[in-house]
């Protein structure tokens, strides 16, 4: 009897193993091509949206989506200027897509549990990350990393700079952000 009780603990730590290095494969390097539609259901900052996504007929989820390639500045940072700016980002992209049907692309899990990370289309806007930078709404992130050149935390100063720049252009010529092709 005692060696069927140790071959049944053998039999079901082998399942165990087995399950979770399944597990583990299937979802370190996957990405959902997409495009999916989805709902926006609240944009979180300057780039992140909680949406409704439908991935099947009648069949939905609700996430977190990180945009691919994007940083804006943070909405809890201990500076004052940078969450002024974090604030503007998030109401120009609100003003953009809340409520709105958008699409998902290049669908990938983020570094956080429940979030992905994903191209998002809204309208005529291919990228709705490059549309943020285009705005100097946000500077270009990729991998964890920032572009070369650029330092881990961007400086209020720098951040106020390319919204100023940002300013003036469009005083100049009027709102242009959307006759930005990619």
Known sequence: ??????????????????AMTAGVLAGQDAELEGPLPATVLRVVDG????????IWIGQTVETRVRLAGVEAPELTSRCAAERLLGERAKLALSER????????????????????IATVAAGDIADLGH????????????????????????????????????????????????????
């Open 1 to 18: 009897m005692a060696d069927r009780g140790g071959l049944r603990l053998f039999g079901l730590a082998c399942c165990l193993v087995l």
């Open 47 to 54: 780039d992140t949206i909680d949406v409704r996504v439908t």
């Open 97 to 116: 897509i809340a409520g709105r049907t958008v699409l998902l692309s290049a669908i990938r899990p983020g570094k956080y549990a429940g979030r992905v």
């Open 131 to 182: 549309w943020l930078i285009a705005g100097r709404l946000a500077r270009s992130y990729r991998d964890g990393r920032t572009c070369p050149g650029c330092t881990r935390r961007i400086a209020c100063e720098e951040w106020a700079s390319l919204l100023v720049a940002r300013d003036e252009r469009r005083n100049r010529r009027g709102p242009n952000l959307d006759r930005i092709a990619f």
